[in-house]
């Protein structure tokens, strides 16, 4: 299984923005579907965004569409979370993800490997 480890997390006023970063192990990342969830205290983990092996489709949970964007580099072995217009309720532990197969999926059960996760706050 990739290994995954995230970067990037940290502590933003509301309306703010932040990047995390997702490193890829292998050099056969871009084989991998490759997904964002997140996990705020006492909830459960929650589909934020999806890309397709090659980046070339992406698919967003509605509380975030409009403001959130996922990317790929897979020269680089790395996907990104571009995260805009930053709310209070987007608090929480991002994870990265990876699938394989064809299909992109906002299905936890379906991503087979997991990074520890990065500490998202939105102040208020």
């Known amino acids: 299984q990739v290994q995954l480890v995230e970067s990037g997390g940290g502590v933003v006023q509301a309306g703010g923005s932040l990047r995390l970063s997702c490193a890829g192990s292998?050099?056969?990342?871009?084989?991998?579907?490759m997904g964002w969830f997140r996990q705020a205290p006492g909830k459960e983990r929650e589909f934020v965004a999806a890309?397709?092996?090659?980046?070339?489709?992406?698919i967003y949970s509605d509380s975030v569409k409009g403001r959130f964007t996922v990317s790929r580099d897979n020269a680089k072995n790395t996907m990104y979370l571009q995260m805009n217009s930053l709310k209070p309720e987007d608090t929480g532990a991002y994870y990265c993800?990876?699938?394989?197969?064809?299909?992109?999926?906002?299905?936890?059960?379906?991503?087979?490997?997991w990074g520890q996760g990065t500490q998202v706050t939105v102040s208020s």
């Open positions: 890309t397709s092996k090659s980046g070339g489709t992406s």
């Open positions: 993800a990876a699938k394989n197969g064809p299909f992109v999926s906002r299905l936890a059960k379906d991503f087979g490997s």
């Open positions: 292998e050099v056969t990342f871009s084989s991998y579907g």
